[in-house]
């Protein structure tokens, strides 16, 4: 099997868990990144929900590309959809990235299920920064979540204004 590419716009650039032969930055267009998946798993519980990152309708996202080698397909996308789908509020998909080096290529996705119930859009900044500072999940406390993401993304040249203002809030 050919190897393939997985795009990864929060926490998988920071740990994509994974074998990753190549990384690059690229951009994915008619998605954006914002925090509009309440979690109740990995950064939150049902009762007090977190918020992670999801792809939501419109724009574009900047994020790191991650070659995958396809001797590992079965396993590293069985591993994707046990982190990514516990809840099935994410919609794995193909979608077009192009890269830094300006190839295009086709990678695996995970964008918000707009449909579902832990979609959370619309919450303005501050009311994200606010169910951010007091939630945890099993993955560990939300604030180290963003405070992760915004680091790796910083190391990576990607800039997100938005993750920025709440990571800035919560140092507040």
Not at 31 to 56: A, M, N
Not at 86 to 94: R, S
Not at 104 to 111: D, E, K
Request: aromatic share 10%; glycine share 10%; net charge neutral.
């Amino acid at each position: 099997m050919s190897d393939f590419w997985v795009f990864g716009y929060g926490s998988l650039i920071w740990n994509p868990g994974f074998e990753v032969i190549r990384k690059e930055r690229g951009q994915l267009y008619g998605l954006h990144r914002s925090f509009c998946v309440y979690s109740w798993v990995h950064r939150g519980t049902q009762e007090k929900p977190g918020l992670v990152l999801g792809l939501d309708k419109g724009g574009s996202c900047q994020g790191m590309a991650m070659l995958a080698p396809g001797g590992k397909r079965d396993e590293i996308i069985s591993y994707l959809r046990a982190r990514e789908l516990v809840t099935d509020v994410y919609l794995e998909c193909w979608r077009k990235v192009k890269l830094s080096s300006g190839e295009h290529v086709s990678a695996l996705v995970y964008r918000a299920d707009t449909s579902h119930q832990q979609y959370a859009s619309g919450l303005c900044l501050d009311t994200q920064t606010e169910i951010v500072r007091h939630s945890e999940g099993k993955s560990g406390h939300n604030v180290d979540y963003v405070k992760s993401t915004v680091s790796a993304m910083k190391a990576n040249g990607i800039r997100d204004h938005s993750l920025e203002y709440i990571d800035a809030r919560l140092a507040d």
